[in-house]
């Protein structure tokens, strides 16, 4: 078999295993909005909150509403987000974790009574489901599409997207659901996300990659064109054989580096890649400088 024939084969072996990843780590989130989390009505970070919402006043279903939310988010980032073809992996675990909300919620025993039975595993479970997700290269929708866009074109960080979206969805659930449960989703919340950040590699804030490739200028555009971070091209040299050698040295949010890995394997699979944790970033794309 051909080098081409290879590396078409391992294309496809890994687009197969992303699905299967991304079908697992979307199921296992809608489990977790069943099992633990409607149940007691705590509410979820995002647009799944906002569907949890419209649950509990007016009892619709938590998945339906889910993606009927999303669909607009969806034409925005097919008009100014970069086309269909960069969200296909986020509309099918989208479309996924939506119907498996409602599909499952027959299915699955609520589990309420001990808060930190249902606070602690809810978390942990919902991280879990979103990070497979995202380590994969997909995204659950939502607030992750606002944040591409504002990023994009406002230069606002994910950071604070979330942040702020999130603050909102709470807020606006106290009249809802009442001021403990939103206490007990914000445990949720911050267990899930340092859950998803171990699910990612590790739990630095962001990843410094260290690239030395043979291809060192299709590496460089690559990374420009679609992973939309700066980088620096550093002069270096071997060790052994003395040759001059461009080092690229990248800085990378945790949701984008199973992104990177892929991008850098494709155009170079022989590539000398390190991945090291930055737990914190100051600058353009990360947080402002400040005194």
Do not use: C
Not at 119 to 145: M, N, P, Q, Y
Not at 193 to 211: C, F, H, K, N, W
Not at 225 to 230: D, M
């Amino acid at each position: 078999m051909t080098d081409a024939g290879s590396r078409q084969r391992l294309r496809v072996l890994r687009t197969v295993q992303d699905y299967a990843i991304i079908t697992a780590g979307a199921l296992i989130a809608a489990a977790g909005v069943d099992l633990f989390l409607t149940p007691n009505k705590v509410v979820s970070a995002g647009v799944t909150g906002i569907a949890m919402l419209t649950h509990f006043v007016w009892k619709w279903p938590v998945g339906l509403v889910t993606l009927g939310l999303n669909i607009p988010l969806f034409l925005l980032a097919i008009r100014w987000g970069g086309g269909f073809k960069l969200l296909v992996k986020t509309l099918y675990a989208t479309v996924v974790m939506s119907l498996g909300i409602d599909l499952l919620q027959p299915l699955l025993p609520a589990v309420q009574g001990d808060p930190l039975i249902y606070t602690l595993f809810g978390g942990l479970v919902d991280g879990l489901g979103i990070g497979l997700v995202l380590r994969a290269g997909g995204t659950t929708g939502g607030t992750d599409i606002l944040a591409q866009l504002f990023y994009r074109y406002r230069r606002v960080s994910f950071g604070t997207v979330f942040l702020v979206s999130n603050t909102v969805i709470l807020l606006g659930a106290i009249p809802v659901v009442g001021l403990v449960p939103v206490l007990y989703a914000l445990i949720v919340n911050y267990i899930s996300s340092r859950v998803l950040d171990t699910v990612q590699e590790g739990l630095g804030y962001a990843r410094a990659v260290t690239i030395v490739s043979e291809k060192p200028e299709e590496v460089r555009q690559a990374i420009l064109e679609q992973i939309g971070r700066g980088l620096t091209v550093l002069q270096g040299w071997g060790g052994f054989s003395k040759e001059p050698r461009p080092v690229l040295y990248v800085v990378v949010s945790r949701s984008q580096i199973s992104a990177l890995k892929r991008l850098i394997a494709d155009r170079d699979p022989d590539a000398f890649v390190v991945v090291s944790e930055a737990h914190e970033v100051l600058g353009e794309g990360f947080r402002p400088v400040s005194g």
